[in-house]
């Protein structure tokens, strides 16, 4: 796995790690408290297996449950900018996925679709047009299931949703080679 970095744009250190260099980008944002090397077997297996390029961005560390979700966004465009990446897939665990939807509403530009791991129950609308992959854990008690099927029936032209079996909230972490599955799968129609 890449080793973490840190940018400091205006005084802000904002932890990400850069894997691989193959034609399909993905920005992968953990879950928030999750230690941010958790998505690292997921990114590690994209850009190892499946030629991905991947750019994992934690939350900083004064971040807390009270750091504005435009912050968090606002962290997520910088590193994006200081590596000039232009046109993406997005996507984050649990809250990641959050900040990932709002990344999609205020930049909808600069992306290729959105990847949610679990989704949370939050009134952030789909991003017209964009293809949404949703992922959740069929045993996950802290972002049921349900939360992604409501989703997806915002737009089921377009939003796909699969499961992996018997894993629960922390499935990237406990189940990381199933679900880079399902991603790489997905995204490499893209």
């Known amino acids: 796995m890449s080793d973490i970095q840190i940018f ?5 250190a904002i932890p990400y790690a850069v894997e691989g260099e193959g034609p399909v980008s993905l920005v992968l944002i953990p879950e928030h408290g999750i230690e941010r090397n958790a998505l690292g077997t997921i990114a590690h297996y994209l850009a190892e297996e499946a030629g991905f390029h991947v750019v994992r961005v934690g939350s900083r560390a004064e971040a807390d449950e009270a750091t504005a979700l435009v912050d968090h966004v606002a962290d997520v465009t910088a590193v994006l900018e200081h590596l000039g990446l232009e046109h993406t897939w997005i996507g984050g665990h649990g809250f990641g996925g959050t900040v990932a939807r709002e990344f999609v509403v205020e930049h909808h530009e600069r ?10 129950d939050v009134d952030i609308p789909l991003a017209p047009v ?26 089921p032209e377009r939003a796909t949703v699969r499961a992996v079996d018997g894993a629960g909230h922390l499935f990237p972490m406990t189940h990381p080679v199933p679900t880079a599955f ?5 995204l490499d129609w893209d």
């Not at 400091?8 to 802000?12: A, Q, V, Y």
């Not at 399902?182 to 997905?186: C, V």
């Open 8 to 12: 400091e744009p205006d005084g802000r």
């Open 111 to 120: 992306v290729n679709g959105l990847l949610l791991l679990g989704v949370e």
């Open 130 to 155: 964009l293809p949404v992959l949703i992922i959740q854990g069929t045993d996950d008690q802290t972002l049921p299931p349900a939360n992604g099927e409501r989703l997806r029936a915002t737009a």
């Open 182 to 186: 399902i991603i790489e799968e997905y």
